[in-house]
């Protein structure tokens, strides 16, 4: 009796999936844990940000490599003044060159022997004569400093114009290549930061499923409302949670971006007007961003509480996303390859799979104006969340709630009496 009293008070799938989103979500978004949560990711990104810093500033303060000259005396006034008219029209595409050593004439000299001496900051020797000039150094050096100093030689000789013509100048904002390689940057860049936001948040879904099962709390939810809607309403609390996160994240490193004394610290501020423009333009760019990572967060969440369910304890968690996670990025390296070969296979292959359809489409929105296909791609990756929700349900129903139908008296009395809970919970909400 007590049992069919309370089965027309029975939540719905989408009710019950609320009542538990909405528990999970007040849960977690008002713990301690929470906080440290949102202040792990920030304290790399501020050490980043210091070590990117400091290190061009060493970079910019370290002294250049340089060419040393061994030559005769007449034959080092040539070049250095041949270099010196050069660097007026190449400037610092020119190797420095600092004399090591004025020779006599008929003088031999050893440049390997001072270069093994590793003095300075000296990379390379040129010795022998302008009309025969003899350069030693590593084999980069050589790749890197052979035209140049081919070009200052020829110079000392009389053998280059000395008398350059003046080169007007017009400047256009943009032309076809330069928007092109720049939408490609946009691409890769969002396709990054996606991949990073969905790898760092997905691993919430699991902890808190291992956490209920050992505290069978899991057991008691599933007796009182359909599997389908503890999977749903679990998925959605923890994607609330993440999007919280990044809101709070977006808007510290914002401020911190915005403040004045920033610049000195880290060298040049962030210019967003200068940054390239997606294909579907900045706002509409971030709105698919946003629903590409919900996207993208719910299928990864639910493989992750799938997994979840065959495990017991956080090693054996640990042990069985390791291939998940391993594979996820192996999808993105695939929906990165994918990013420049419009209309080829792979893009199809990288769009049509749904793990990787995210990426790919993300990097499609910086790189084409068309909106109609991100409609198409937002439903099917939405058809393959519900999918992989039910299956994950029907996976931990078999491995968790094995008394299934053949429920004992005692069983079917707490599923009504935690039905009848939840029903008054709801309408109280209400």
Same mark, same amino acid.
């Given at each position: 009796?007590?049992?069919?009293?309370?089965?027309?008070?029975?939540?719905?799938?989408?009710?019950?999936?609320?009542?538990?989103?909405?528990?999970?979500?007040?849960?977690?978004?008002?713990?301690?844990?929470?906080?440290?949560?949102?202040?792990?990711?920030?304290?790399?990104?501020?050490?980043?940000?210091?070590?990117?810093?400091?290190?061009?500033?060493?970079?910019?303060?370290?002294?250049?490599?340089?060419?040393?000259?061994?030559?005769?005396?007449?034959?080092?006034?040539?070049?250095?003044?041949?270099?010196?008219?050069?660097?007026?029209?190449?400037?610092?595409?020119?190797?420095?060159?600092?004399?090591?050593?004025?020779?006599?004439?008929?003088?031999?000299?050893?440049?390997?022997?001072?270069?093994?001496?590793?003095?300075?900051?000296?990379?390379?020797?040129?010795?022998?004569?302008?009309?025969?000039?003899?350069?030693?150094?590593?084999?980069?050096?050589?790749?890197?400093?052979?035209?140049?100093?081919?070009?200052?030689?020829?110079?000392?000789?009389?053998?280059?114009?000395?008398?350059?013509?003046?080169?007007?100048?017009?400047?256009?904002?943009?032309?076809?290549?330069?928007?092109?390689?720049?939408?490609?940057?946009?691409?890769?860049?969002?396709?990054?930061?996606?991949?990073?936001?969905?790898?760092?948040?997905?691993?919430?879904?699991?902890?808190?499923?291992?956490?209920?099962?050992?505290?069978?709390?899991?057991?008691?939810?599933?007796?009182?409302?359909?599997?389908?809607?503890?999977? *749903?309403?679990? #998925? =959605? !609390?923890? @994607?609330? /949670?993440?999007?919280? +996160?990044?809101?709070?994240?977006?808007?510290? $490193?914002?401020?911190?971006?915005?403040?004045?004394?920033?610049?000195?610290?880290?060298?040049?501020?962030?210019?967003?007007?200068?940054?390239?423009?997606?294909?579907?333009?900045?706002?509409?760019?971030?709105?698919?961003?946003?629903?590409?990572?919900?996207?993208?967060?719910?299928?990864?969440?639910?493989?992750?509480?799938?997994?979840?369910?065959?495990?017991?304890?956080?090693?054996?968690?640990?042990?069985?996303?390791?291939?998940?996670?391993?594979?996820?990025? *192996?999808?993105? #390296? =695939? !929906?990165? @390859?994918? /990013?420049?070969?419009? +209309?080829?296979?792979?893009?199809?292959?990288? $769009?049509?799979?749904?793990?990787?359809?995210?990426?790919?489409?993300?990097?499609?929105?910086?790189?084409?104006?068309?909106?109609?296909?991100?409609?198409?791609?937002?439903?099917?990756?939405?058809?393959?969340?519900?999918?992989?929700?039910?299956?994950?349900?029907?996976?931990?129903?078999?491995?968790?709630?094995?008394?299934?139908?053949?429920?004992?008296?005692?069983?079917?009395?707490?599923?009504?009496?935690?039905?009848?809970?939840?029903?008054?919970?709801?309408?109280?909400?209400?």
């Amino acid at each position: 009796m007590i049992a069919d009293s309370n089965t027309a008070g029975r939540l719905s799938r989408l009710q019950a999936a609320w009542v538990v989103a909405r528990r999970d979500f007040m849960t977690i978004l008002f713990s301690r844990s929470f906080i440290f949560f949102l202040l792990g990711p920030l304290f790399p990104l501020v050490v980043g940000s210091l070590a990117g810093g400091i290190g061009q500033r060493v970079e910019s303060e370290a002294q250049r490599p340089v060419i040393g000259l061994a030559m005769t005396a007449g034959d080092t006034e040539a070049i250095l003044a041949a270099r010196q008219s050069l660097a007026e029209e190449l400037g610092p595409t020119l190797p420095d060159i600092v004399v090591s050593k004025q020779l006599q004439q008929g003088e031999t000299f050893d440049a390997q022997a001072l270069l093994a001496r590793r003095e300075g900051n000296l990379a390379a020797v040129l010795s022998g004569t302008p009309a025969d000039p003899q350069l030693t150094a590593t084999p980069e050096r050589l790749q890197w400093w052979t035209g140049p100093v081919a070009l200052i030689a020829a110079a000392a000789v009389q053998d280059t114009p000395t008398v350059f013509p003046e080169v007007r100048t017009q400047i256009v904002a943009v032309t076809g290549a330069s928007e092109q390689r720049g939408r490609l940057r946009t691409a890769q860049a969002g396709q990054l930061v996606l991949f990073l936001l969905i790898i760092l948040l997905a691993g919430m879904v699991l902890s808190n499923l291992v956490e209920e099962k050992a505290n069978k709390v899991i057991e008691i939810l599933a007796a009182a409302i359909p599997m389908d809607a503890v999977f *749903l309403g679990k #998925l =959605f !609390a923890m @994607l609330a /949670v993440s999007l919280v +996160g990044i809101a709070v994240w977006a808007t510290v $490193i914002g401020a911190v971006v915005g403040l004045s004394g920033f610049e000195g610290l880290m060298g040049n501020a962030i210019d967003l007007s200068s940054l390239p423009e997606p294909g579907v333009g900045w706002p509409l760019f971030f709105v698919l961003g946003i629903a590409y990572f919900a996207m993208g967060y719910l299928l990864l969440g639910s493989v992750f509480l799938a997994i979840g369910s065959l495990a017991n304890t956080v090693r054996e968690v640990q042990t069985l996303s390791m291939p998940v996670t391993m594979l996820q990025v *192996l999808l993105f #390296l =695939f !929906a990165s @390859l994918s /990013v420049g070969s419009s +209309g080829e296979p792979i893009e199809w292959a990288a $769009i049509a799979f749904p793990f990787s359809s995210p990426f790919a489409m993300f990097a499609r929105a910086a790189q084409y104006e068309a909106l109609w296909p991100h409609i198409l791609a937002l439903g099917w990756q939405m058809a393959w969340v519900a999918i992989t929700i039910r299956l994950g349900a029907t996976l931990f129903r078999k491995r968790v709630m094995k008394s299934g139908g053949q429920a004992t008296k005692r069983n079917r009395n707490l599923r009504a009496l935690v039905a009848s809970a939840f029903s008054k919970g709801s309408k109280n909400a209400q």
